[in-house]
């Protein structure tokens, strides 16, 4: 059972970065859609995802079609604001590996893959009268996050203890 990060067309790149950090975190695989709107080795995505890099499994895909042909298994989910199911509905301590795939930050995933699998789309509730969306990197943390916690956070660290710890 493996979760994953799927970027869709990313194009703000301290979105991504911030992603690729919470990625090193979680032992989570970042898959990244391209076109990317900016180059892998901007210094933008770099300080954002800080020192992190290497420790995240990134792996690139031409394109939906190409990233579709080699998921294989799994369970795909859209996260998206038209979702009619919210994310936390769904049960990802299954043992599937499961796929969360956002869209690019201005138009989102494609109309017609959404409509193609609408029952795999999931929205994060929120007030839309004031705010047309969240931010990229903070969604992805909190979807991350709620299946870790159903999954009862495998191989992390619940508590850890440093050398200099300021509660000991």
């Known amino acids: 059972m ?17 992603i690729a950090r919470t990625c090193a975190a979680t032992n989570t695989p970042l898959h990244l859609i391209e076109p990317l709107g900016f180059s892998t080795d901007d210094k933008h995505l770099k300080r954002a995802g800080l020192d992190y890099w ?3 499994a990134i792996f690139y895909h031409s394109g939906l079609k190409e990233f579709l042909a ?5 369970e795909l989910h859209l996260i998206t604001k038209f979702g009619h199911r919210t994310y936390n509905e769904v049960n990802y301590a299954d ?15 494609p109309e017609s893959f959404m409509r193609e699998k609408e029952e795999n789309c999931l929205r994060i509730p929120m007030n839309d009268e004031h705010v ?9 943390a909190l979807v991350i996050y709620e299946a870790l916690r159903q999954q009862d956070f495998p191989n992390l660290e619940l508590t850890h203890h440093y050398d200099k710890d300021k509660l000991d």
């Open 54 to 56: 290497n420790d995240v």
């Open 70 to 74: 080699e998921m294989g298994g799994g």
């Open 2 to 18: 493996t979760n994953h990060i799927v970027l869709f067309e990313p194009q703000i790149p301290a979105n991504t970065g911030n």
């Open 132 to 140: 047309r969306s969240l931010n990229l990197s903070n969604t992805a």
């Open 95 to 109: 043992g599937k590996d499961h796929y969360f795939m956002f869209g690019k930050e201005t138009t989102g995933l």
